[in-house]
């Protein structure tokens, strides 16, 4: 069965760091883009970021440029998230997918996603 599991998620203090997993199981991840996306309540699902298959191309949204990265370890199966100086405004439900026809590029948008994980909560409060 093909899964996605997030973790790393929590609650931060503004300015601080957390860095998201995403783990596949019953797949290996090297030849899927994979994406991260978040979700608060009563908003439509944004894209945050996005590696492709190959690794060698990323997006990153505008709001959080400078601050999140991406990367992948396929040797472990997973990619990061890690995002730094984190704002209130970034506190969200985070999702990872997974699409398994992009390669060398990747993409924001929800819909070209096949696989998604069940979500892990981040909070950034004082």
């Known amino acids: 069965q093909l899964q996605l599991v997030e973790s790393g998620g929590g609650l931060v203090q503004p300015g601080g760091s957390l860095r998201l997993s995403c783990a596949a199981s019953?797949?290996?991840?090297?030849?899927?883009?994979i994406g991260w996306f978040r979700q608060v309540p009563g908003k439509e699902r944004e894209g945050v970021s996005c590696?492709?298959?190959?690794?060698?191309?990323?997006k990153t949204a505008g709001s959080v440029k400078g601050r999140f990265t991406i990367s992948r370890d396929n040797a472990k199966n997973t990619v990061y998230l890690q995002m730094n100086s984190l704002k209130p405004e970034d506190t969200a439900v985070y999702y990872c997918?997974?699409?398994?026809?992009?390669?060398?590029?990747?993409?924001?948008?929800?819909?070209?996603?096949?696989?998604w994980g069940q979500g892990t909560q981040v909070t950034v409060s004082s």
């Open positions: 590696i492709s298959g190959s690794g060698g191309s990323t």
């Open positions: 997918a997974a699409d398994r026809l992009l390669f060398r590029l990747c993409v924001l948008s929800s819909s070209e996603y096949d696989y």
């Open positions: 019953g797949f290996t991840l090297d030849y899927f883009a």
